[in-house]
Structures are given as structure tokens and as C-alpha cells.
């Protein structure tokens, strides 16, 4: 297991900020959301996804699974309008120098905030291409204060069954929905917490106000609309681990040689391709192998699946 001090992000323990400078960006960061800076900024796009061409804004928002919305591609989009998004805050508690709630602004530096473009794999074997403004979570986590005993990070979704229909019953979810990291991979410069999709504010079906982006694995593991986030010493449980273990592992990294036992992972449909074309083959670690792999050394990925 890697430590902090072994991340290839040079944070370290001492690096990071007092609470009281932290919460002294307050003022700026209101005015930068009030402005929309949150959608993004205004420096040009970071390719990441190999050159593919973005899905459409439509595509991307009208073909969702979000539970919490209801167990059909297009409830999301139907229903998420209810969701109250400002204001949001988000409980930081656990192995952290400066725990406490804050509203987004706090956590996120508006002007690191930057776009790119991610390849997404769902476990159902479809994909998209993904154009994410969003900030690198390592560099919230390292104004948060990692203490040197936390091992991972755990994340935990809205409750609130009222603007959340799929909440008030149906289903075997345990709510509130969860998932969680090695604290390695959130500390790889590839996660992301986004806030917004091409330049505009986060959609509330893709997981506004701001989710998680972790785009070597599997959809379900980048979390949406977040309002706690844990720093512990032991894998925290996640909801598609708690109800089927067999099915989902804690890692699900895209993997196109284990699959699913109800879904191949070999291939992939990639949404606006047409009902006709051909499946694409899928890449290990989505794409992202030269990147990541690193992280999962010595492991049996048939085991840590």
C-alpha cells in the first residue's frame, strides 16, 4: 500500500494549508461562483481521451443511471429538476487536519479549476466521451490536511427523498449511496471532482453540484452529487460491493480480460455510434494503463477486480 509521501503529486503531510488560511479564500472563491467560474475556466481543454470526439451535451445528460432518480436511462433526466443544488455542503470528517462542513466554494479553488476531456466506461459495456471541468481532487485533499495514518477516502451521496424519488422506497440500495478510493488512486492527478460539462455548470442528472471522476474505472465508481467526504484507515464499504460482491468489486477498474458476470467486458458501445455500428474494443484501464497501472503492481487483478 502506498502512503502520501510515495504519490507522484510531491504533497506531502507538511504541505498542507492552515485552516484559517483555507477558509480565508471564502470571499473570492463566492464571488468566483457567482460568476460561473465553477463551469470552468477559460484555458483551452486537456485532451485525454486520445483525440475521440466528445458525445453531445445531449447525449451526455439524457442517458444516465442515477438511482437515486429512478432504475431508467432517462429517469434522471426526468426528475433531477427537483434537486435543490445552492446551497451544497460537504462534510469533511475523519483523518483530516481541518475537518468540518463547507460549502463548495471553500473546498474548490475556482481558478484551479481546468477542462478535460475523459474517456467513460460504464459496467454495462457502454461508453462516452466526456468533456469534465473540475479540479484535481489531490489538490482539495491537500488543503484538508492528510494525516499520515489515512489509507483511503470515502464519499458519500445526498439523502433526500423528497427531491429524490427512487429514495422513498424500491430497490435493495441502502442509502445513502457510497463509494470510496485507495487513497493513491484520489491522489492521482487524473481524479478529478468536476463541477461542471462543456463550460456549463454540472447538470443535476449527471451529479450536480459536483461529483466524482475517476476515469480508469468503472461509471458507478465516480460518485455524484457529494456531501461527505471521509479520510479513514480502512476500505470503507460501497454500495454496489455491499449488494453484490460477487459483481462488483471495491476496484473495478476497466478490465476488458474479467468480466462481469453479466456483461462482457471486452468490448463497449459507445452511445451516438447508432444501434449498427460496430463495438469498439475496450482498453485496459479504459485507456489509462500508462498512467495508472503502476498503482496495482504485484496484484491479482482476478482477485482485486
Not at 475523459?118 to 481532487?137: D, K, Q
Not at 457529494?226 to 484507515?233: C, E, G, M, P, Q
Request: negative net charge; aromatic residues 12%.
Amino acid at each position: 500500500m502506498r502512503r502520501t509521501t510515495d504519490l507522484n503529486t510531491g504533497l506531502t503531510h507538511a504541505d498542507i494549508t492552515p485552516r484559517s488560511v483555507f477558509l480565508n479564500r471564502r470571499s473570492f472563491m463566492a464571488s468566483a461562483a457567482a460568476a460561473g467560474i465553477f463551469a470552468g475556466s477559460q484555458a483551452t481543454a486537456r485532451d485525454f481521451a486520445g483525440g475521440e470526439t466528445p458525445n453531445t451535451l445531449e447525449e451526455i445528460t439524457s442517458y444516465n443511471n442515477f438511482y437515486e432518480f429512478g432504475f431508467d436511462k432517462g429517469d434522471p433526466a426526468k426528475y433531477a429538476h427537483a434537486l435543490t443544488t445552492d446551497p451544497w455542503s460537504i462534510t469533511v470528517d475523519g483523518l483530516v487536519d481541518n475537518p468540518g462542513t463547507y460549502d463548495i466554494a471553500d473546498l474548490v479553488d475556482a481558478a484551479e479549476i481546468e477542462e478535460r476531456i475523459y474517456r467513460f466506461r460504464c459496467v454495462e459495456a457502454w461508453s462516452m466521451v466526456i468533456p469534465w471541468n473540475g479540479i484535481e481532487l489531490n489538490k482539495v485533499l491537500a488543503k484538508l490536511g492528510v494525516q499520515p495514518g489515512a489509507k483511503y477516502v470515502a464519499f458519500e451521496t445526498l439523502v433526500r427523498p423528497s427531491e429524490m424519488p427512487a429514495q422513498r422506497g424500491g430497490g435493495n440500495i441502502e442509502w445513502p449511496y457510497r463509494e470510496g478510493l485507495r487513497l493513491d488512486e484520489a491522489m492521482h492527478p487524473l481524479t478529478l471532482l468536476a463541477t461542471g460539462i462543456y463550460g456549463a455548470p454540472m447538470p443535476k442528472q449527471n451529479g450536480a453540484p459536483i461529483r466524482l471522476v475517476v476515469p480508469w474505472k468503472y461509471g458507478f465508481k465516480s460518485i455524484k452529487s457529494i456531501v461527505r467526504i471521509s479520510l479513514v484507515d480502512q476500505e470503507p464499504p460501497t454500495t454496489w460491493n455491499m449488494l453484490q460482491p460477487r459483481e462488483y468489486g471495491f476496484y473495478s477498474n476497466v478490465n476488458p480480460e474479467v468480466d462481469h458476470p453479466r456483461w462482457s467486458q471486452a468490448t463497449e458501445r459507445r452511445i451516438g455510434d447508432g444501434l449498427f455500428a460496430r463495438r469498439r474494443e475496450t482498453l485496459m484501464f479504459n485507456g489509462y494503463a500508462d498512467q495508472v497501472a503502476s498503482l496495482y503492481d504485484g496484484m491479482d487483478l482476478t482477485e482485486f477486480y
